[in-house]
């Protein structure tokens, strides 16, 4: 049985589709599907059950998917111990949201890259909940988010640490003068992100106990247009700490003294619980975490 069919059946497994397992291995279609039946054959067993294009695992597709988990593992806990004093090299797919995407942290990814310069990466930019998923799926290996912790045997967390999020107006704002609360906001113009964001969700969740609202005015999917309405005076929002630094110091932007509420969050490097994780990717997790260890 060989191992390169193996891991062809745990990538369209893990997506569910013949099709995005060959564009992930970078294989013709056919190719799959031929890999898939020779284990089949070999088996004596259908893996998955077909449907258009579509695949879901039969439960003997099931019942190896473990089985050949083990032995993917296997294969690269061999070769890294005989090759760990090696340069890391080899192509990876990570997630992270953006609003770390944007912020300083990503440096902390230039610095690895530069000193690995035989790696390559291919970042994908989503929401929490989604590259959760696609890290559940297969289709990324390594996820950076901040978001409250959730216990998920199917995840894997490496690190995490709080995030600060922030209330932000722009300089000027009666709010940015003195203490306020939180109900006193609510009256307020908002700049938010999309609705269904982590902490836009728990800041709505935590009023509605309150019987408060959002008065919300825009609506945007980037955090860098949001600290330009807020700077222009458009309304006020919240974000995390990391993503505002450069435009608080910058004075486009002033924090908000909120006295009786507080977003509590993590920045959390995640990895699917059942897939052996790459060198180079390991090593770029504690590089991560390092960089957030030496900043506190």
Known sequence: MELRNIKTFIHAAEMESFTAAALRKN??????????????????AELFVRSGRRVALSSAGRAFLGYARRMAALEQETLAKFHGTGEPEGTFFIGAIETLATSRYMAQIGAFLRRCPKVRLHVHVDTAPRLR?????????????IDRLSENPRLHTLHHSHAEIQFIACPDSPYAQRPVCIE??????????????????????DLAERRLYLHDRVEIGTSKTIIDFVAAGIGISILPAVTVADAVRAGRIAVLDVTDYQIHMDLQILAAGERWLPHPLALLAGDFAAGLAAER
Not at 28 to 44: D, F, M, N, P, W
Not at 186 to 194: F, Q, R
């Open 184 to 205: 006193e906001l609510t009256a307020s113009p908002w700049i938010l992100t999309e609705r269904g964001t982590n902490y836009r969700k728990k800041l709505e969740d």
């Open 133 to 145: 998923q696609a890290l559940i799926h297969g289709s990324i290996d390594l996820v950076f988010l």
């Open 27 to 44: 294989y013709a279609q056919s190719t799959v599907t031929q890999q898939i039946q020779a284990i089949e054959r070999e088996l004596g």
